[in-house]
């Protein structure tokens, strides 16, 4: 008995030891990268590193005054919440047919939309490069948010979907029965019920759309339609290259909001990440 | 009397007419819903595939097109840095995926039923809630511009002198693997935990009781039953990892000597460095097949296993 609880008590050392050390492993990098930020340009790149900077609002004063960040920041915001809306009026009606409908097909309609998660941006990007030039969308949040929400749709498709099978049968049935119509019936208990899912779905294609580099990267060049994650490779003085304390500040301003949501959907979050696979 | 009857008829006949049509209608009204969602997916995959199957039939020198059949193919087969990339996509992509599954599923074991984890687990998760470009230029300025990392093992006394991160083949591959990893392993790690959640703890419970070990508990009885949500992360993650772009464009673009150009980047920078717009479309075109045949072995079987 003894012995048993020593063994116990002994895993729970190399536990925390484990864990401990990664936990290290996670942060340390994060808290080096936020001294960067908050340090003057002189004390980054020098031939002995240093680990206890001077305190400094270089970065912050820089990034207002010599970028138009405020531009960043908007361009960011509205392809982020433009591709959301379009997402959700493709998605919660698709999800809602291949989650409460027996039709032919669709289990590879559903796959089929799955499929298109697969898709390499680098397969796609000279088409679609082509495309929004001849539409003349080149270089405008118009062309990021449509490419957004084409990438995210799949996700929130079968995020909503996932949560929409949950449903027991009866409450649609109960409805039915009254002479509710179907689209009443998604309006008015579909929609409701799977709110959760929905802001999960919603939230996870926020992230994947302030992460998108390459078609921002093709699409985007000027600050009409640069969003931060591709003007951090902006951030250079020319001769001086990278100019490192904006660009950790500007990582940090798209890491706050992103941590708050997160915090707030923590329980969804392994569904949504799975797309539905997983209930935690 | 005559005025009447083709009223009622006409009443008799429109009731079925339109029940009948309600039928058709209701038939078809799964297919509407789906409509919207399926023509703006055609528009990203459909569209891209044909108009990139047809342009690589071609040389594209700025708008003039000249058809040359399959040379583009027949080029790319013979083009080393063509099958370099691949091979770099593999290695890079097979290696960051075996460590970042090994170490999730170790931190998973180990932190699903602690009580005094759980409030911190959020802590685990601050690498993946970062932008992928933001931990790009956070690891190049680590290993390559600052030297934090050399310094830190010069301190230590693991290295003597400073490390060319940048001009050996091994260790800036190992700085795309370790950024992955870094970033990545809390995605895995936050599944596997509410996998091993969501199981039934009584199970454990009489095993325990009949003196099994906690690590047999979990090789015998968690891992099996966590099996199909394996199958799907891996199957997302293996999708992020060979198709990384931003890594290789911000720290090591493709260099030293094209030892770290991934297949993305490799399209990247024939299209739209060297403005070879066929021949990349040709590799586009190869990198979809793949594409297409893997999803229908690997990705339809994960997500049909996973789904209950």
């Known amino acids: ?280 | 009397m005559t005025e009447l009857s083709p009223n009622l008829s006409g009443a008799a006949k429109a009731a079925p007419a339109i029940r009948r049509r309600s039928k058709r209608m209701r038939a078809a009204f799964p297919y509407l819903l789906l409509t919207p969602a399926v023509l703006y997916l055609l528009m990203i995959t459909l569209y891209p595939g044909v108009y990139a199957i047809y342009q690589s039939f071609f040389l594209v020198r700025f708008n003039s097109w000249t058809y040359i059949g399959f040379q583009n193919y027949i080029d790319l087969w013979n083009d080393r840095e063509f099958w370099a990339a691949l091979w770099n996509t593999l290695v890079i992509g097979s290696v960051a995926l075996t460590l970042q599954c090994l170490l999730a599923l170790t931190l998973a074991y180990h932190a699903y039923r602690d009580p005094w984890i759980k409030g911190w687990r959020i802590i685990f998760l601050v690498p993946m809630l970062f932008m992928p470009s933001a931990v790009a230029f956070m690891f190049k300025l680590a290993f390559m511009d600052a030297r934090v990392v050399a310094d830190l093992l010069m301190r230590v006394g693991v290295i003597e002198n400073n490390i060319g991160w940048a001009s050996s083949t091994f260790l800036s591959r190992m700085i795309l693997i370790v950024a992955d990893v870094w970033q990545w392993t809390p995605f895995l790690f936050i599944i596997f935990v509410a996998a091993l959640q969501s199981q039934d703890e009584e199970v454990e419970e009489a095993a325990r009781l009949d003196g099994a070990s906690w690590f047999k508990i979990f090789w015998n009885i968690s891992l099996p039953l966590m099996r199909p949500v394996i199958a799907v992360a891996l199957v997302l993650r293996g999708i992020d990892i060979t198709t990384m772009f931003a890594n290789v464009f911000i720290i090591t673009k493709g260099g030293p000597g094209g030892a770290t150009e991934t297949i993305s980047y490799f399209i990247y920078r024939t299209g739209f460095k060297t403005f070879n717009f066929g021949y990349a479309s040709a590799a586009s075109v190869v990198m979809l097949i793949l594409t297409v045949i893997i999803a229908q072995l690997v990705v339809k079987r994960a997500f049909h296993s996973g789904r209950e």
Request: proline share 5%; hydrophobic share 55%.
């Open chain 1, 1 to 280: 008995m003894a012995s048993q609880r020593r063994k116990r008590g002994e895993s729970r050392v190399i536990r925390y030891i484990i864990l401990g050390s990664w936990a290290v492993f996670c942060i340390a990098p994060v808290l080096w990268f936020l001294s960067i930020g908050f340090r003057p340009r002189t004390e980054i790149i020098t031939p002995q590193p240093i680990y206890w900077p001077t305190f400094s609002l270089d970065a912050w004063h820089m990034i207002w005054s010599d970028w138009p960040m405020a531009s960043y920041l908007r361009n960011s915001v509205l392809a982020i919440i433009g591709s959301v809306i379009i997402d959700l009026v493709l998605a919660i009606p698709a999800a809602y047919a291949l989650s409460r409908y027996r039709f032919r097909g669709r289990e590879d309609i559903g796959f089929y939309i799955l499929s298109t998660r697969m898709m390499a941006p680098a397969i796609v990007a000279i088409p679609i490069f082509f495309l929004f030039r001849n539409m003349g969308l080149l270089d405008t949040i118009w062309a990021l948010m449509l490419i957004y929400a084409a990438v995210n749709l799949s996700i929130v498709t079968w995020i909503i979907r996932s949560y929409m099978m949950d449903i027991p049968k009866e409450l649609e049935d109960a409805a039915r029965t009254d002479g509710a119509s179907d689209l009443r019936i998604l309006w008015e208990i579909i929609i409701p019920a799977v709110l959760p899912g929905i802001i999960t779905a919603a939230v996870i294609a926020a992230i994947f759309a302030i992460n998108e580099f390459l078609f921002t990267l093709l699409i985007a060049s000027t600050k009409n339609a640069y969003t931060m994650s591709v003007a951090l490779a902006n951030f250079t003085g020319g001769s001086d290259g990278l100019i490192y304390n904006a660009i950790a500040l500007v990582a940090f301003l798209a890491f706050v909001p992103v941590f708050i949501v997160v915090v707030a959907i923590q329980k969804h979050l392994s569904r949504g990440l799975t797309m539905g696979a997983v209930k935690g």
